[in-house]
């Protein structure tokens, strides 16, 4: 069996999420390749030389990046029916996101690909605001364990064929308008020059290359996707999203710091959770019953 994963990650938890598939693959002396999307897109594989394809993102605004989209419609055709498997991260269980991938599977299936599986799996986010240690330790820990079972299902043959409901392709349809929106807010994006040190970090990590060094220093073009790893990554905080910048959240989740710390819980969504929050207990409930049938524990 031949597997190859693309990933198109912005802040690195659907890498994070990619490599623990591969992991799980290899462990059953499976081929895996991997490829990481960025623009330009450059040296695509042969997708239809693979037995299996994984296609991982994260969702924005109920829908996968433009990016991602643009990167999938560039996959060759198939002759061989290669099976595909989406699997994609995002900070809220809500159920628009389950039609996400609906553009990636049409441009798909038009190529002789067969759509086998699409897993949503919860990691932090990343805009909007910061989660508590708990809650990003609980969501990596389930992640982890869920890209295992992703893995299995795939070596037992196991197909579940997503069928995309009409009300939330609708929902993600209108949403669409922040690609728009990301092209628009983009350009002004601004670092704050006491705080910058000229380190390159952003224009180094920007998947979209759409950060450049100008005479004038730092310069945001209209390419944005909005996947906020600038502001993430940067390690003096001095980058400023335009009129996201209220939502700005900075610096990585240390999810090995997480799980080697004994004092921080590793469930913070139980069935007394209220608030917010309570409505990430339907999604775990049903992990873990899953994750059961597969024999396979968050803690291993």
């Known amino acids: 069996m031949k597997v190859l994963l693309c990933t198109f990650s912005g802040t690195g938890h659907t890498i994070l999420a990619a490599k623990a598939i591969e992991k799980s ?6 081929t895996v390749d991997t490829y990481f999307v960025r623009r330009p897109y450059k040296d695509i594989p042969d997708s239809s030389k693979y037995d299996y394809v994984g296609l991982g993102y994260p969702i924005h605004a109920f829908n996968a990046p433009k990016i991602f989209v643009d990167f999938c419609r560039l996959l060759p055709k198939t002759e061989t029916n290669t099976k595909v498997f989406f699997f994609k991260t995002s900070g809220e269980p809500f159920h628009p996101n389950s039609a996400s991938s609906i553009l990636c599977y ?3 299936k038009k190529k002789g690909y067969d759509i086998i599986m699409d897993t949503h799996m919860l990691m932090p986010y990343n805009i909007m605001f910061r989660y508590k240690d708990s809650l990003a330790k609980q969501m990596y820990l389930y992640t982890m364990a869920m890209c295992k079972m992703i893995a299995k299902k795939i ?3 196991k197909e579940e064929r997503p069928k995309y409901n009409p009300i939330t392709r609708f929902f993600a349809m209108l949403l669409r308008i922040e ?5 628009a807010v983009g350009p002004f994006y601004h670092v704050k020059k006491d705080k910058c040190s000229n380190c390159g970090t952003c224009i180094k990590r920007c998947p979209a290359s759409n950060i450049k060094l100008t005479e004038k220093g730092i310069k945001f073009g209209a390419h944005c996707t909005t996947c906020m790893r600038c502001v993430f990554e ?6 400023r999203p335009g009129i996201l910048n209220p939502w700005r959240v900075n610096g990585r989740y240390d999810f090995k710091g997480y799980l080697e710390n004994d004092d921080i819980p590793s469930i913070y969504i139980t069935d007394e959770t209220k608030g917010y929050f309570k409505h990430f207990k339907k999604y775990y409930h049903k992990v873990d019953e899953e994750l059961k049938a597969y024999e396979i524990s968050i803690y291993e």
């Open 106 to 108: 049409k441009s798909l």
């Open 155 to 157: 070596m037992l043959g």
């Open 179 to 183: 690609w728009i929106c990301s092209w």
């Open 234 to 239: 940067c390690p003096k905080d001095a980058i």
């Open 25 to 30: 693959f290899k462990e059953e002396d499976v």
